[in-house]
């Protein structure tokens, strides 16, 4: 692990696994779907061990293909299953691996708001200046579209219906309206690389 995270108590996926990471991305020859920092075949030796990569869970390479087919083609991805079976390190994994961070995560609960998973406002500047560019502060959701990452949502059962419903339409239509704002400020488009893995415990 590099000197300056030796402080960090638990780093992310992209900073503990970052030299096998910059190992993969040099020897990768395969085809990467539109905004993936690597090939299937390099994600699938990421997560499970190859190619000079150490294996990071045990699961079903099956599993881990259909997963990565479902990121490809995007569309969102649900992990479901027993807790404390693995699903947010290996969305984790998915994530350092695909767009090379891992940390827009949004964790589900009952008192999760929109707000918090869309954007929110600087309300120094929205008093002073109204609603500007500026004044916008972006979550999770809002940045992984601008900037084409992946954002984990952790938990999505536990949230109230409203904030699930939310994702449906920017999952189906990839944009994001943003009614306060006028002009191309007011659409935030996905970009390439831009998807959704959630999950959810089978007991609440």
Same mark, same amino acid.
């Given at each position: ?5 030796? #402080?960090? @108590? ?21 085809p990467r779907p539109p905004g993936w920092?690597?090939? &299937? ?6 997560? &499970? ?12 390479? #099956? ?5 990565? +087919? ?23 994994? $998915? ?8 940390? $827009? ?10 707000? @918090? ?8 500047? $929205?008093?002073? =200046? ?6 916008? !502060?972006?979550a999770p959701l809002h940045r992984g ?17 409203? +904030? @699930?419903?939310?994702? &449906? ?5 990839? +944009?994001?309206? +943003?009614?306060?704002?006028?002009? =191309? ?10 998807? !959704? ?6 007991? $609440?």
């Open positions: 692990m590099p000197q300056q995270t030796a #402080a960090i @108590q638990r780093p992310p996926a992209e900073i503990a696994y970052r030299e096998e990471l910059d190992a993969l991305r040099r020897t990768d020859k395969g920092a690597l090939s &299937l075949r390099a994600v699938k030796s990421f997560v &499970l061990g190859g190619d000079g990569a150490s294996a990071k869970l045990v699961a079903s390479p #099956a599993l881990i293909e259909r997963a990565m +087919v479902t990121l490809a083609t995007s569309r969102a991805l649900l992990l479901i299953g027993e807790p404390g079976t693995a699903k947010s390190f290996l969305s984790e994994l $998915l994530a350092a691996a695909i767009g090379a961070d891992s940390t $827009l995560t949004i964790q589900g609960g009952a008192s999760l708001t929109e707000d @918090q998973i869309k954007y929110g406002w600087n309300y120094a500047l $929205l008093v002073s =200046e109204g609603p500007s560019r500026r004044a916008l !502060v972006p579209m601008s900037d084409g990452k992946i954002v984990r949502f952790e938990e999505i059962t536990r949230c109230p219906l409203e +904030v @699930q419903d939310t994702l &449906l339409s920017i999952l189906s239509d990839r +944009v994001m309206a +943003v009614p306060e704002l006028s002009g =191309e400020d007011g659409m935030v488009f996905a970009r390439d690389g831009f998807n !959704v893995i959630a999950t959810a415990n089978r007991r $609440l």
